[in-house]
């Protein structure tokens, strides 16, 4: 339970400080796809974790 919560607050903000980041050098019509690009390899890491569980 701890870990849900260390991951869907703790690693959500940093994706609101990172996107600020991308915002202020590149500007806002690149966040969303700088978005995109990260959620990738988030889903490909989502789906090992959940088969190195168990629960696929």
């Known amino acids: 339970m701890e870990l849900a919560f260390f991951l869907s607050f703790g690693i ?25 690009l990260l959620l990738i390899p988030s889903v490909i890491f989502c789906w090992f974790m959940r088969r190195a569980a168990g629960t696929t």
């Open 12 to 36: 959500g903000s940093l994706s609101a400080g990172f996107s600020g980041i991308i915002a202020v050098k590149m500007g806002v019509s690149a966040v969303f796809p700088a978005m995109g």
